[in-house]
């Protein structure tokens, strides 16, 4: 007996006797709780959905953070797998949460304010030329000249037709500016001006000197008729197909209804488009007048590969200090200038009248064989605003 004795001493010492683990001594032993989960929330319109796992019906705190400390805003209790929800109002500003049970924290989460839909814009306001433009100093241009060419015959009481029998002007190639049929036309809502070479010389009549040629040119203008200091002028063109060619000239302008500063350039001319059929990737918008920089006075980065093959829009905005060129609807050159000798806003603080110029080319841009006989410059419509 005392050896036996001496072994369960032993056993005892080494804990093989210890007593039994029972279902009540196992729930009396501590447990350490998972931290709980919490997914990513699914912000709505005006909730924010918390959700996630953690013990078994555990109680579920979400909490918001507010400066240095933690605030409980919702709880609920999870389900006996653990899981729940919580739905709170989505916050003003942009919020950090977390939640906490059985004793831990989750992952924190960020939740984004409302975001409150941009209000349309209101739509610009229309008249006679459609959509009124916006003006750079604010407000809207309201429609002063419009003219979609739709009919058979141009609008006289619009539009003059250049002659060189009147005026004594004459274009490139001894282009002789007559009013007919060939040089002027209008069909299917739009105007086409072209310039020809005819196959036979005629007599071109001018007050300073008739003289023979075989070119016709093409020149309509609003001269007395429609004048405006200032304001916006638009005009939606298709430029001759001839591109690549030396030859055409065709141009979109205005001038001076009266030279009140002096013969060319001191009285002003702008150019809206001007095209020359040797360079047909570009159309030039140009400022002129006394003293001008030759090198700033023009628009040499106004691309328009297609000018050929599409049609595009070719606006001016004139204000007292600073011209503005658009093409479809893209500021592509602005110029405020400085002239010789003047002061403000001269020369260009008295009325223009527009043009539409289809001529034979000059210097660089001469006529070359391989200009067929025709050229021409298609106008869709011509608008003016004030």
Request: aromatic share 12%; proline share 8%.
């Given at each position: 007996m005392g050896g036996l004795k001496a072994v369960l001493t032993a056993l005892i010492c080494m804990g093989a006797l210890a007593a039994p683990v029972t279902a009540e001594t196992a729930s009396a032993a501590p447990e350490r709780a998972e931290r709980p989960v919490l997914t990513k929330p699914v912000a709505r319109s005006s909730t924010v959905v918390f959700s996630g796992r953690t013990r078994a019906r555990a109680v579920v705190r979400l909490q918001e953070r507010r400066h240095a400390s933690w605030a409980t805003v919702a709880q609920r209790r999870a389900t006996k797998k653990g899981a729940f929800k919580i739905v709170v109002a989505r916050p003003a500003t942009a919020r950090t949460y977390r939640v906490k049970a059985a004793g831990r924290v989750s992952q924190k989460r960020q939740v984004?304010?409302?975001?409150?839909?941009?209000?349309?814009?209101?739509?610009?306001?229309?008249?006679?030329?459609?959509?009124?433009?916006?003006?750079?100093?604010?407000?809207?241009?309201?429609?002063?000249?419009?003219?979609?060419?739709?009919?058979?015959?141009?609008?006289?009481?619009?539009?003059?037709?250049?002659?060189?029998?009147?005026?004594?002007?004459?274009?490139?190639?001894?282009?002789?500016?007559?009013?007919?049929?060939?040089?002027?036309?209008?069909?299917?809502?739009?105007?086409?001006?072209?310039?020809?070479?005819?196959?036979?010389?005629?007599?071109?009549?001018?007050?300073?000197?008739?003289?023979?040629?075989?070119?016709?040119?093409?020149?309509?203008?609003?001269?007395?008729?429609?004048?405006?200091?200032?304001?916006?002028?638009?005009?939606?063109?298709?430029?001759?197909?001839?591109?690549?060619?030396?030859?055409?000239?065709?141009?979109?302008?205005?001038?001076?209804?009266?030279?009140?500063?002096?013969?060319?350039?001191?009285?002003?001319?702008?150019?809206?488009?001007?095209?020359?059929?040797?360079?047909?990737?570009?159309?030039?918008?140009?400022?002129?007048?006394?003293?001008?920089?030759?090198?700033?006075?023009?628009?040499?980065?106004?691309?328009?590969?297609?000018?050929?093959t599409a049609f595009h829009n070719y606006a001016v905005e004139w204000t007292p200090k600073v011209m503005r060129f658009y093409y479809d609807g893209r500021l592509c050159y602005s110029h405020s200038w400085k002239p010789t000798g003047m002061t403000g806003a001269q020369p260009f603080d008295k009325p223009f009248y527009m043009i539409l110029t289809q001529v034979w080319g000059l210097a660089w841009n001469t006529r070359t064989a391989k200009m067929p006989d025709t050229s021409t410059l298609t106008v869709d419509w011509v608008k003016a605003w004030s």
């Open positions: 984004t304010p409302v975001v409150a839909p941009a209000a349309p814009a209101a739509p610009a306001p229309v008249d006679t030329c459609g959509s009124r433009p916006k003006r750079a100093e604010g407000g809207y241009y309201a429609c002063s000249f419009y003219d979609d060419f739709d009919g058979d015959t141009l609008d006289r009481s619009k539009w003059m037709v250049q002659q060189t029998a009147f005026s004594g002007m004459y274009g490139g190639s001894k282009g002789c500016y007559v009013d007919n049929d060939r040089t002027v036309q209008v069909r299917g809502g739009l105007l086409r001006l072209t310039s020809t070479i005819l196959p036979t010389e005629f007599l071109c009549r001018s007050p300073y000197g008739s003289f023979t040629t075989n070119a016709e040119v093409s020149t309509v203008a609003t001269r007395s008729k429609f004048t405006q200091t200032y304001g916006r002028f638009e005009a939606r063109l298709k430029l001759p197909a001839e591109s690549g060619i030396p030859g055409s000239h065709s141009a979109f302008w205005l001038y001076p209804q009266d030279q009140a500063y002096g013969r060319w350039p001191g009285s002003g001319e702008v150019d809206i488009a001007e095209w020359f059929s040797g360079l047909p990737a570009n159309v030039y918008p140009s400022v002129h007048y006394a003293g001008e920089d030759t090198r700033l006075s023009s628009g040499y980065n106004c691309k328009m590969p297609t000018a050929s």
